[in-house]
């Protein structure tokens, strides 16, 4: 069991088939993104408590800030019908190299991950981040990716943290 703090590390063959199969789709997603001579090539796949599966692609744009990572592409599908997301998976390559560390989420995602939880019944979503060849995937949750992330009606989510002290 993976609390708010922690992160474990497994590899493709230590999952159970639903979350390798999420994993596929993920890799899937991935290669439809646009443009087709991009560098980066990540790929989402989002599971809710009801069964439903989101996926999403990085779109690049030259301007950085119009582009759409794959987390926020399944998100905002999710949203659209059923934001119960329980299970996040994340995976990426270069075109010129595999990454040889789990791609993680960057800090805007991770953020909207966490407002989403507010429409949700799954409050801290648990996030399986690949490496290129599935060597390395570190399991961990939401809370322990993004602790004290931002809220606008209490100015933090508080609830799942762990404070010492
Ligand atoms: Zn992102």
């Given amino acids: 069991m993976i609390d708010n703090r922690s992160i474990s590390l497994a590899s493709f063959d230590d999952l159970d088939l ?13 290669e439809k993104g646009f443009p ?27 301007r950085m800030h119009a582009s759409t990572c794959a987390e926020r592409m399944a998100l905002e599908k999710a949203q659209l019908s059923d934001p119960n997301i329980d ?15 789990p791609v993680s989420s960057c800090g805007c995602c991770r953020q909207l991950i966490a407002e989403n939880t507010n429409h949700s019944e799954v409050k801290n979503p648990t996030f399986y981040l690949c490496n290129t060849d599935l060597s390395s995937i570190a399991i961990t949750k939401l809370r322990c990716l993004l602790p ?7 100015g933090c989510y508080l609830d799942d943290c762990q404070i010492r002290g």
Avoid: P, S
């Fill in 18 to 30: 639903c979350d390798q199969n999420m994993i596929k789709y993920a890799i899937e997603w991935a």
């Fill in 36 to 62: 087709k001579h991009r560098n980066t090539f990540v790929g989402c796949a989002m599971a809710t408590i009801n069964g439903n599966i989101f996926c999403g692609t990085h779109i690049a744009h030259r």
């Fill in 87 to 101: 299970k996040i998976y994340v995976w990426g390559k270069r075109r010129d190299r595999d990454f040889a560390n």
């Fill in 148 to 154: 004290l992330a931002f809220d606008r009606e209490f």
